[in-house]
């Protein structure tokens, strides 16, 4: 982010009240209980603390509308500001930030409360759900840019290949934790790992660029690799996770959509490596190509599919080609720990 735009934010004011919806059927609030959500909240907002509701996945988005329409101000009124968290994991954010585009007057703000809550560890938010609220006692509000695929909205970024689908399904299906569940997981993460080391390939085109590869993202916003020094080179979940997160990084004053096509196969041996010290867009088997706009379509042979499977912002949602992936820039004003 350019110094003038950082110089440019300031921390809102004291007074400004905060409401609060929280998916309720969270991971982390299954896990904690709806009690010791609601306590760090208070703790860490206080006085700015407006309405607090824990609600069901489903009436996240009515219940965002309703809110939306509540606090729009009359016409030539910009003194009434306020700001919203949405409590829960990315798909939640992403549901209730469709209501947000393009409004000055009302702020957007994320509590981690799901699996991987990448939106709220790129805006700089804990990982911990007591810390980031913590983290509300003094924000910024800044304006990020959304990502578009064919009119739907998302805020991380897509994968497109089966490969990367098969890794979500098999995801899903573990967290069920019954025995059947977990074989037909098994199943997805062997046919993933044995599709992105030696099985499924495939070719896109890209605007006119031509991309091979096993694992295809598109990313709001170019990626921006950072070095995970003091890591050792093991593949534990533990570690896995700033890898993740360091991938996934934003840089918010670029305004392009990258797209990144990894080969697989026998360049896993130079690009993992490259993962640790964040030179990974440079390895032999990785191709970057950055736009305001992309449009992708298969390459090659053969016709392209009816309808087929990708992820946008870690849910697994039906598409067709071609892809039109576009970024709105500056579309969502949201909260930033000052």
């Given at each position: ?64 509308k309703k809110w939306t329409g509540d606090n729009k101000p009359a016409e030539g009124d910009t003194s009434k500001k306020r700001g919203l968290i949405l409590g829960g994991g990315d798909g939640s954010v992403l549901a209730a930030a469709g209501e947000f ?238």
């Amino acid at each position: 982010m350019s110094e003038a735009a950082s110089t440019a934010q300031q921390p809102e004011t004291a007074a400004e009240k905060i409401d609060v919806l929280i998916n309720r059927r969270s991971g982390t609030v299954l896990h904690v209980g709806e009690d010791n959500v609601r306590k760090g909240l208070e703790e860490a907002l206080g006085a700015r603390l407006g309405e607090l509701r824990f609600i069901e996945g489903k009436d996240i988005v009515p219940s965002v509308k309703k809110w939306t329409g509540d606090n729009k101000p009359a016409e030539g009124d910009t003194s009434k500001k306020r700001g919203l968290i949405l409590g829960g994991g990315d798909g939640s954010v992403l549901a209730a930030a469709g209501e947000f585009l393009n409004r000055d007057d009302i702020t957007l703000g994320v509590l981690p409360l799901g699996t991987h809550n990448l939106f709220a560890r790129q805006l700089g938010f804990s990982a911990d759900f007591k810390e980031a609220a913590k983290q509300y006692a003094s924000v910024k509000t800044d304006k990020v840019d959304v990502g578009n695929v064919n009119g739907k909205n998302f805020l991380v970024g897509l994968m497109i290949d089966q490969n990367s689908v098969d890794f979500y399904a098999a995801r899903e299906l573990h967290r069920d934790k019954t025995i059947k569940s977990l074989l037909k997981a098994a199943g997805k993460f062997l046919s993933m790992a044995f599709g992105v080391v030696a099985g499924r390939k495939a070719k896109l085109d890209v605007s006119g660029v031509e991309h091979k590869g096993r694992i295809f993202i598109v990313a709001n916003n170019q990626f921006t690799p950072q070095s995970n020094d003091g890591q050792l080179l093991l593949p534990t979940p533990d570690r896995l996770k700033p890898i993740i997160e360091n991938m996934l990084a934003r840089n918010d004053s670029d305004g392009k959509l990258g797209f990144y096509s990894f080969k697989g196969g026998v360049h896993w041996a130079t690009i993992l490596p490259k993962l640790w010290d964040g030179s990974w867009t440079r390895a032999k088997g990785v191709k970057v190509q950055a736009a305001p706009e992309l449009v992708i379509q298969p390459g090659g042979k053969g016709g392209a599919p009816k309808e087929f499977d990708i992820i946008l912002d870690g849910e697994v949602t039906k598409e067709h080609y071609p892809l039109t992936v576009k970024a709105l820039p500056k579309a969502l004003k949201v909260y930033r720990p000052a």
